[in-house]
């Protein structure tokens, strides 16, 4: 069974520039999530669907990002415009209930 | 306060020794349970998973959760270098709403 895949895997950008994250959640999971992980941090979550409905996303900083699950798979996550406080690594994570699956992560840098 | 509290360590041991991972959580609504192992510059990856009270075991690894006193704990057996990693809990309700704890270090020493 293949994983979550995610892309890129790293992201080099200047701040005030925009950038997008993609994920292909595990076949057949329903549940799409997005988090946040800044060096020495758990993850945090920025927002979760449920197919293609968004489910919570009281954590994410509308503002500037936003996120999107087009047909109930495949989902993209952009940041316009970047700060430096962005600097994290972006997980996408997939389930069918008994736990949560997730990607390699993208590493995003804002200089 | 947060939801869910977890030592961030470092915690070091020799190969061979049992370790003993904890965290607390705030929120009663929890009533699903995870530990997760994350090399660096990797994902998560899902150890255990458990929904009620009690002890569950899978090879080395038993996690246990204890709703009464809103605590759980990850034990490893027989400890290995290739064990080292950062251990985190995570916990979510009916809404499966994943709360991550903030992990902690765990350097195993052949």
């Known amino acids: 069974e293949a994983g979550v895949a995610q892309s890129p895997r790293y992201k080099i950008i200047e701040k005030r520039q925009s950038v997008a994250f993609w994920c292909n959640p595990i076949?057949?999971?329903?549940?799409l999530y997005w988090y946040q992980q800044i060096l020495g941090q758990g993850p945090k979550l920025l927002i979760q669907?449920?197919?293609?409905?968004?489910?919570?996303d009281s954590q994410l900083p509308k503002d500037r990002f936003s996120a999107e699950r087009l047909k109930g798979v495949d989902s993209t996550l952009k940041i316009q415009p970047a700060k430096l406080e962005d600097s994290a690594v972006y997980l996408c994570?997939?389930?069918?209930?008994?736990?949560?699956?997730f990607g390699q992560g993208t590493r995003l840098t804002v200089v | 306060q947060k939801e869910v509290e977890q030592d961030p360590g470092p915690l070091s041991v020799p190969e061979g020794a049992i370790v003993s991972l904890n965290c607390t959580y705030s929120?009663?609504?929890?009533?699903?349970f995870m530990w997760y192992r994350q090399y660096s510059r990797k994902g998560p990856e899902l150890l255990m998973y458990?929904?009620?009270?009690g002890n569950k075991e899978d090879g080395r690894f038993t996690a246990q959760v204890d709703k009464s006193s809103k605590y759980i704990s990850l034990f490893i057996r027989d400890s290995q270098p290739s064990d080292s990693a950062t251990y985190l809990c995570?916990?979510?309700?009916?809404?499966?709403?994943?709360?991550f704890g903030t992990g902690t270090r765990l350097k195993v020493l052949a």
């Open positions: 929120n009663s609504a929890f009533q699903y």
């Open positions: 458990t929904y009620s009270s």
């Open positions: 076949s057949g999971h329903a549940t």
């Open positions: 995570a916990m979510a309700s009916g809404t499966y709403k994943y709360i």
């Open positions: 669907f449920q197919n293609n409905g968004v489910v919570d």
């Open positions: 994570a997939s389930s069918l209930e008994r736990g949560a699956f």
